[in-house]
């Protein structure tokens, strides 16, 4: 990869903060989101000295991520703790899907500030969550940091010298998520262009396919309402298992109009089972996440 353009990197920084000014709720005591981003670009994180990653709590890691072209950091504090353990499948799917996409490892450095590490460790082995996580119980990162309270502003992409150069939590805001793909591929600036957002209601958030005989496909749809100003546009769709499939238009929706997306399952084992579907639109906000379970006899 060819070495990157610090005024691109600029561009890119400041059509991620017109994102975030999009997307986030008004100014808080540490002022408005432009605000905050201006005082955070270029800025550079330090890390303690001696932090200690394990996967799972158990198995301690020589995590190397000093040295890598890009690294994403994820800072969670006692606000932002719960809203990180019910997002630990989005994370998973989106460093495998970082990795295939940018053909090599982007270190996801995790922070957590948790006072209950048993708890932690727990829900990380439920989820089935391997990637390397430091206890920060003593709030240390922080401490030397001053990050911000928003947690939409505790997620940071770093250069090689750990100097931010995007801000934002990509699983929470798909723009952000395109905006560091930019800035770490180095695409074109017209790959930049504002994407505008529009408001989304959904018929169910959840399919029960009930008792289910296996080897015998399952079918449901949901309906997908633009209930916005602005045309709708499904961006991609991810699942949490092979056995699921998900199928829907990739014309943009007009506002008032609806779409249908199709869910299928394949139960290839018996047993209970509760899968998830997350479809990324361009509403500004976290993905939808469609729950599909049932029991195959």
């Not at 990637?131 to 401490?143: A, F, H, K, T």
């Not at 504002?194 to 958030?205: M, N």
């Not at 249908?260 to 394949?266: D, F, L, P, R, S």
């Amino acid at each position: 990869m060819m070495p990157y353009n610090t005024e691109y990197i600029k561009q890119c920084f400041i059509v991620g903060a017109m994102f975030l000014l999009v997307s986030s709720c008004s100014a808080d005591k540490e002022g408005s989101v432009t605000d905050v981003v201006s005082r955070w670009n270029g800025r550079e994180i330090v890390f303690p000295e001696n932090s200690i990653f394990t996967i799972q709590g158990k198995d301690i890691v020589d995590f190397q991520f000093h040295d890598a072209e890009f690294k994403i950091l994820c800072y969670v504090d006692e606000k932002g703790y719960m809203p990180f353990l019910k997002q630990l499948g989005l994370w998973n799917h989106y460093i495998m899907g970082l990795n295939a996409t940018m053909g090599r490892l982007v270190p996801v450095i995790f922070y957590v500030n948790a006072n209950d590490t048993d708890e932690l460790n727990m829900v990380l082995q439920h989820e089935d969550f391997r990637y390397p996580l430091c206890i920060d119980q003593s709030g240390e990162l922080n401490r030397i940091n001053h990050f911000p309270t928003q947690i939409d502003f505790q997620t940071f992409l770093l250069d090689k010298a750990n100097r931010v150069v995007g801000i934002g939590n990509p699983i929470r805001n798909i723009n952000v998520e395109k905006v560091y793909y930019d800035i770490m591929s180095n695409r074109e600036r017209e790959s930049l262009i504002t994407r505008i957002s529009t408001e989304i209601s959904v018929d169910a958030t959840e399919i029960d396919f009930g008792q289910i005989p296996i080897g015998v496909e399952q079918t449901q749809t949901i309906t997908i309402s633009n209930i916005g100003q602005n045309p709708l546009v499904i961006e991609k769709t991810s699942t949490s298992c092979g056995c699921t499939i998900v199928e829907n238009s990739k014309e943009p929706i007009a506002p008032n109009q609806k779409t249908e997306v199709t869910i299928k399952y394949n139960p290839d084992k018996k047993g209970f089972f509760s899968k998830t579907v997350t479809i990324y639109c361009n509403t500004g906000k976290m993905p939808l996440q469609i729950r599909v379970k049932g029991n195959v006899i």
